[in-house]
């Protein structure tokens, strides 16, 4: 029963689902929330509770979708040590309160550590991606194949309605950035240079990869330092893994720039992130190259916000004057892990677009009320129930602050959309917080 | 746009609280800066800070150098007093708004006010000063010695030049710390908190208006900015300046400061801490025993809605998973009484709130006994969670020895609460040398022994620049 939910979904092909106006669609997708609702609520333990706790047994407004959003760490709730002791069986089990699939049907025999775990869970149809988290504790999003045909189909129709990057473009592939291993974004990145870039001259191995394995092991080192048991030999092990690591990252850096350089006759597509971007153009200048050496179609590919990077204001015309960018090949998204829907940002109004099968709730700073939807832009806290994903809940709260208006937008896309000056709430509070309460994280030196 | 680049989204009529300075005896007001206080958004205006207002420059003697101890303690009792009395416009214009910025309920706060004025008394005082000097005289005077050689010398506790950061979470820590500050007849400039910009001030007003010219009143200040503004802390955080930085809480404020440290200007920092409790089995002796344990355990985990550095968090005890889930439930039901007469606590942080539950989920690891609505809950576990507990949320981790417990007591853990009393003797040992600095009855994590070492220290000791004269040897002229 998910006449409403797949009518929307449906959109996803050729960019359909930026037409439509939201009062075309608001009663439909709240019929398709009800739909995964009734569909899920007995298999997602950490919605089921939600829903008894708030005595919601069917959806009828949007209003009583709020109670049943899952804030953006609830993947992140399992405890640490069912990792650092090693319990796959209860890692499992933990993952079975976040999955949309029973989790009985993973073969955990011979798992050693957890890039095996992960593996053990793949082999089951549950594709689990960690994020590398700024607190050092990775989140974990199961996902089904469903979830990564989707995820990458989907990119590739988000970037074409977004710019005039076209498949068949044959670009090359170039950019910086670390990147998790995870099955999600081999998927999404695999699509996305299968539509648009010459694979015949993709080298693998290109950039670093960050496994999870070496996150968790910064958790246990945190762990065994805080805790004194970490000898002062294995610490200066973890210092010397460290620094290697580093080396690894700048090297890597040190190859995008010379990849970039060596194939600037080419078209290229950038993958990058603003940050890092910035630093490439920064070195492709000094290395004395710019905008009279590259192509005039060259492509960006951008994802997320600046993220805390120092840049100087003008840093985003320094970058298109470094590479020759024209606005048509700008591409632009804001998205976030726990969901799987590119909101592509349109030219003319520089504006994020909302497709139809994505529900976008402004919340309260707390996260407890939905704010009134109405003709006028609403500035709030983002929360997003994105129906295509299948391997997990849909509804999620961002730490985001965001102003989105629900009119149709100037550039003639009649779907709701949110304005470039996304933050996080965590970045604007400021740090002047004083306790004299804390952990021993406050005496831990040097492993972030 | 204000000095933390947050564009106005105040309703232009909405009244933004004053929060004026009080620089050296003299009340500044002004509302050229607007602050936001960091725990509940809400607004609050300062006057444009004056930096060479706030410092004494090292040719003049510090005021207080030559007013006698006992001055000082009779001034600082009358200034109790005076804060005290019912109605004291300062103190409740300073409550008003404290319950504006402050996650604290106003009940938690009167409470703490009224605990911290407690301290401003003439025995107490004392007391303090006893405890931490071996001759109190040194405050006084150059205080005469002899080495077994016969070399003479003369010894002071000289008057010190302190810059304290204060903690947002303890509203009228500012009065310990004046009252301290005053007792070493140090020159102090107080940087307020922005959960807490009022009670420092509130009371330095209180203490000038007993004698506005006096030498106490001229030798303090206390002003706010934002922790971390280098427009200030570049400037003024020098040796020329001060001799020390007293950090009185962690967080990123703190760590702002540590590049600053170096030659000459210290730091004396009370850092962040988690507390706990240890039960032993003896506990399960009867039904009676276990609730006395349970109720005991309670009332150290909800001091100050659990916000302060003494409350605890975690409890280990021995027990088998069944008895400490029987533990549990009578901690829970002693946690969620409602001391304070707040009916509606405030609402669990999402995150916290989420972590909480995912473990009543994960049933054959936890139990989770308690609603997540703010009131507080008892978790039972085999290891400690490994999120911080706040907003009232005991962790009960079971062991089978206590001694097993020590492995989780480091240099983070400050007051460790035990039962029954008479093991604390054989693990205070052990709780040293994990790096614990507190022992006390289950029970009693809130009232301190006068004078007691703090945080592994004794702090006016400390605090002082102790100058020594050396005079030649007994016999020469």
């Excluded at chain 1, 999600?184 to 960050?210: E, H, T, W, Y």
């Excluded at chain 2, 139990?367 to 999120?387: E, L, N």
């Amino acid at each position: 029963m998910s006449e409403a939910v797949d009518r929307l979904v449906g959109l996803m092909p050729g960019g359909k689902g930026f037409d439509l106006s939201y009062d075309e669609v608001r009663d439909l997708q709240v019929a398709a929330i009800n739909e995964r609702f009734q569909d899920r609520v007995g298999g997602i333990k950490m919605v089921k509770h939600r829903a008894e706790e708030a005595g919601i047994s069917e959806i009828r407004s949007l209003e009583d979708v709020v109670p049943l959003l899952l804030p953006h760490t609830a993947y992140k709730s399992y405890p640490e040590s069912f990792i650092a002791d090693k319990r796959w069986d209860r890692l499992t089990k933990w993952l079975g309160t976040v999955s949309s699939y029973p989790v009985d049907n993973i073969d955990l025999s011979g798992v050693q550590d957890i890039d095996g775990w992960i593996e053990a869970c793949q082999a089951a149809g549950h594709f689990v991606s960690c994020s590398s988290g700024t607190t050092g504790k990775p989140a974990m999003l199961p996902a089904t194949q469903a979830d990564l045909d989707f995820a990458g189909q989907e990119g590739v129709e988000a970037v074409q309605w977004g710019s005039d990057i076209r498949p068949g473009d044959l670009r090359t592939m170039a950019g910086y950035g670390t990147v998790a291993q995870t099955a999600r974004n081999a998927a999404s990145g695999g699509a996305l240079m299968q539509a648009f870039a010459d694979v015949s001259k993709i080298r693998p191995g290109k950039g670093p990869a960050i496994t999870i394995g070496s996150i968790i092991r910064m958790i246990e080192m945190r762990k065994a330092i805080s805790g004194g048991s970490a000898r002062p030999e294995e610490i200066a092990e973890y210092e010397r893994e460290s620094a290697a690591r580093q080396h690894v990252l700048d090297g890597a850096f040190s190859a995008a720039v010379d990849n970039l350089i060596e194939n600037r006759a080419d078209r290229l597509l950038i993958m990058a992130m603003w940050g890092p971007l910035y630093q490439l153009a920064a070195e492709v200048r000094e290395r004395g190259y710019g905008r009279e050496d590259f192509h005039p179609e060259n492509a960006v590919f951008l994802g997320g916000g600046l993220k805390g990077a120092t840049v100087p204001a003008n840093y985003k015309e320094y970058i298109y004057e470094t590479f020759n960018l024209q606005p048509r090949f700008i591409y632009q998204m804001y998205g976030m892990q726990e969901t799987q829907t590119s909101m592509a940002r349109c030219a003319t109004g520089g504006r994020y677009h909302i497709p139809a099968w994505m529900v976008c709730l402004p919340l309260d700073k707390d996260g407890s009320n939905l704010l009134p939807i109405g003709a006028e832009p609403v500035e709030g806290r983002a929360a997003f129930f994105d129906l295509s994903v299948d391997g997990r809940w849909g509804g999620i709260i961002s730490g985001d602050r965001i102003e989105v208006d629900y009119r149709p937008c100037a550039c003639g896309s009649r779907s709701p959309s949110i304005a470039d000056n996304v933050v996080r709430y965590a970045d604007i509070e400021g740090d002047d917080k004083i306790a004299c309460s804390g952990t021993i994280d406050a005496y831990v030196r040097g492993v972030s | 746009m204000n000095d933390m680049g947050i564009a106005q989204s105040a309703t232009p009529d909405r009244q933004i609280d004053s929060a004026p300075f009080f620089v050296k005896g003299a009340v500044i007001e002004g509302a050229d800066v607007i602050h936001r206080s960091r725990d509940l958004g809400v607004d609050f205006a300062t006057p444009q800070v004056d930096l060479d207002s706030l410092v004494h420059p090292r040719t003049e003697l510090p005021p207080l150098l030559n007013t006698p101890l006992a001055e000082i303690i009779d001034f600082l009792a009358e200034a109790g007093q005076r804060l005290a009395r019912p109605g004291n416009e300062h103190v409740e214009a300073c409550i008003e708004r404290m319950s504006k910025v402050s996650l604290q309920p106003v009940q938690a706060i009167r409470y703490l006010f009224a605990n911290a004025l407690e301290y401003l008394d003439r025995k107490v005082l004392w007391e303090v000063v006893e405890k931490n000097f071996p001759n109190p005289k040194a405050l006084d005077e150059w205080v005469p010695q002899t080495d077994h050689t016969g070399r003479r010398s003369y010894v002071r506790a000289y008057a010190p030049r302190l810059v304290h950061v204060l903690p947002g979470n303890a509203p009228a820590q500012g009065i310990r710390s004046i009252a301290q500050s005053a007792l070493v007849k140090s020159v102090s400039l107080f940087k307020m908190a922005s959960a807490d910009p009022f009670s420092t001030v509130a009371f330095l007003r209180s203490i000038a208006e007993v004698d506005p010219t006096h030498p106490l009143a001229r030798s303090m200040s206390a002003i706010y900015w934002r922790g971390g503004d280098e427009a200030v802390e570049r400037i003024i955080y020098r040796p020329q300046y001060f001799d020390k930085l007293v950090a009185w809480g962690g967080g990123d404020a703190i760590n702002n400061v540590m590049k600053y440290v170096g030659p000459g200007f210290q730091l004396v920092s009370f850092d962040p801490k988690t507390s706990i409790s240890m039960v032993g089995r003896e506990a399960f002796a009867s039904e009676d025993t276990l609730a006395e344990a349970a109720r005991r355990n309670a009332v150290d985990v909800s001091i100050a809605d659990q916000e302060a550095c003494v409350c605890s968090r975690f409890t280990f005890i021995e027990a088998t998973p069944e008895q400490a889930d029987r533990y549990c439930e009578i901690l829970a039901h002693e946690i969620r009484v409602d001391r304070f007469g707040d009916t509606i606590p405030r609402s669990l942080d999402p995150e916290l709130k989420e972590q909480i539950d995912v473990l009543r989920m994960l049933d054959d690891e936890f139990a989770v006994f308690g609603k997540s609505d703010g009131r507080g809950v008892a978790i039972r576990s085999d290891t400690p969670v490994d999120f911080h507990p706040l907003q009232k949320t005991a962790n009960v981790v079971c062991v089978d020895d206590l001694r097993n417990a020590m492995k989780y007591v480091n240099v983070a853990t400050q007051t460790v609460g035990v039962y029954p009393f008479d093991r604390m003797a054989g693990l205070r040992d052990h709780l040293a040398s994990g790096g614990a600095q507190r022992v006390v009855r289950l029970g009693e994590a809130g009232p301190g022994t006068i004078g007691a070492p703090h945080d592994a220290m004794y702090p006016l000791h400390r605090f002082v620049h102790w100058m020594v004269n050396e005079d030649g040897c007994v016999g020469e002229g």
